[in-house]
């Protein structure tokens, strides 16, 4: 059972990873392609537009870092066995 567990475990890992992928993938779209294309004539709006850009993709990258860390963590302290 513990390899069927394991494997649903890192189903939903990867899941939670590209459901969290795809909406920055939208918030960056939003964010950063007016500001690329000077959408809206303003040189302040625009690096406003992309600070956010980079700050939700840092943000994610960091979260993603350390939900796989301890996601992994407590997956392989759980099948450690005892001695």
């Not at 890992?13 to 294309?37: D, K, R, S």
Request: overall charge positive; charged content about 15%.
């Amino acid at each position: 059972m513990s390899l069927a567990r394991n494997t649903i475990m890192m189903i939903i890992l990867l899941t939670i990873v590209w459901i969290g992928f795809i909406l920055v993938t939208f918030i960056l779209a939003y964010t950063l392609f007016p500001a690329i294309e000077y959408a809206d004539g303003d040189s302040v709006l625009g690096l406003v537009r992309v600070f956010i850009g980079v700050t939700v993709l840092a943000s994610w990258i960091y979260g993603w870092y350390k939900l796989t860390k301890i996601w992994f963590y407590r997956l392989m302290l759980r099948d450690r066995p005892l001695n």
